[in-house]
Structure formats: C-alpha cells, structure tokens
T-cell receptor, first 113, second 117 residues
Framework: SAVISQKPSRDICQRGTSLTIQCQVD?????MFWYRQQPGQSLTLIAT?????????ESGFVIDKFPISRPNLTFSTLTVSNMSPEDSSIYLC??????????FGPGTRLTVT | GDSVTQMEGPVTLSEEAFLTINCTYT??????LFWYVQYPGEGLQLLLK?????DKGSNKGFEATYRKETTSFHLEKGSVQVSDSAVYFC????????????????FGQGTILTVHP
C-alpha cells in the first residue's frame, strides 16, 4: 500500500481566508481523491484529481471554492477558499489502485473561526 | 444514485461478545464492497474487501460476505476485544467501463463501536 502524507495536520483559520492542503504519495498513482469528513459524520467525496487534467467535482462542490492542483503523479493540493465556519472539517486525500482499494492520508483537521 | 446504509449506532458490547454491523447498498452496476475502520486519533484504514458476489473478505478476525441477492455486506466478528473500539464504515466502489476500478468510494454513515472489558 502507498504511504500518504498531508500537510498541515491541523490548522485554525479565520473566516474569509484560504488554506492550501498538500498531499504527497511515496509512489506514482493515477488517481487521487479528496474527501471531507464533517464533525461526527461520514466521508463525502469532493473531487477526483487526475494528473494533467482538470479535477472532476462532485455535486455540491465547485472549483472556485475548492480548487485542486495535480502537477505530477505523486502530489496534489486542495485549497479551501473564502472559508466560513461551515468549512470546519477533516480533509483527507486518498489514492486508488487496480485492486479496487483506496488508501487514505492522515487527514487535515481544519477549524474556521 | 449509489448509496450505502449502515445500522444505526452506537454499538456497545462487552469483551468477547459477538459483533454484527449491518450494511446494505444500492448500486446501478456491480460494486466492490469494503469495510474501513477509524481507530481513535488515527486515520482511515482498509479492513477488508470483496469484489464479487459470494466473496468473503476477512482480516483481524473480522469477516463480511458479499450477498448480491440481499445487497448486503454485514461485518461480523466472533469475539470482540477492547482494542476493536473504533468507527466502522461500509463503502462501495464501482468499476469504470474498462472493469478496472479507480472509482470513487461511497460511504455509509459509520457505526461507532465501543467494547468494554
């Protein structure tokens, strides 16, 4: 399985500001995914990030609010823009493999005040 | 759309008790099914999986069988331990047209399991 790291591990931000979360994988992967886990709730997919192309966003998530970059096969970033307290969540990246499995990073715990 | 429904929790058991966490799904195709576990203070880990009907996934004493006729993937363990206390998520993934799944995961709502000594 891939080893995935995320930065920062946690942050406290003021409303109206933006935060960029980094996801680094120790091997080359085709697809990466970004999920949100709101307090006490399940995981919801934000978008699928393909290297060299635009990310594919799920219903309810838009590029202006959650811009994603995927410059190479081992790295991706998710930006949470113009934050509000409702954006307080854990944000997780994951990678998929050909055995139908996904492996998750440790998550970034974001608190917006 | 595709969805996963887990039994409502939380679930509280005594050590060595039998565990069942129910999971049913709705999908337009033939999904792969997963159980993920999130231990306190840790990230999400893949516990077990099954990729086709009648497959049984197993790991760490946990088992789940892919039942196409009942669209279910219930998680079981014969004797739970305190260290099994965690949040358990059932999830599905649909293969793309080529049959190789890089597909997104759709999660159930999660079930909190607490095991007392």
């Amino acid at each position: 399985s891939a080893v995935i790291s995320q930065k920062p591990s946690r942050d406290i931000c003021q409303r109206g500001t933006s935060l960029t979360i980094q996801c680094q994988v120790d091997s080359q992967v085709t697809m990466m995914f970004w999920y949100r886990q709101q307090p006490g709730q399940s995981l919801t997919l934000i978008a699928t990030a393909n290297q060299g192309s635009e990310a594919t966003y799920e219903s309810g998530f838009v590029i202006d609010k959650f811009p994603i970059s995927r410059p190479n096969l081992t790295f991706s970033t998710l930006t949470v823009s113009n934050m509000s307290p409702e954006d307080s969540s854990i944000y997780l990246c994951s990678v998929g493999n050909r055995d139908y499995e996904q492996y998750f990073g440790p998550g970034t715990r974001l608190t917006v005040t | 759309g595709d969805s996963v429904t887990q039994m409502e929790g939380p679930v509280t058991l005594s050590e060595e008790a039998f565990l069942t966490i129910n999971c049913t799904y709705t999908a337009t195709g033939y999904p792969s099914l997963f159980w993920y576990v999130q231990y306190p203070g840790e990230g999400l880990q893949l516990l077990l999986k099954a990729t086709k009907a009648d497959d049984k996934g197993s790991n760490k004493g946990f088992e789940a069988t892919y039942r196409k006729e009942t669209t279910s993937f219930h998680l079981e363990k014969g004797s739970v331990q305190v260290s099994d206390s965690a949040v358990y998520f059932c999830a599905l993934s649909l293969a793309n047209a080529g049959g190789t799944s890089y597909g997104k995961l759709t999660f159930g709502q999660g079930t909190i399991l607490t095991v007392h000594p």
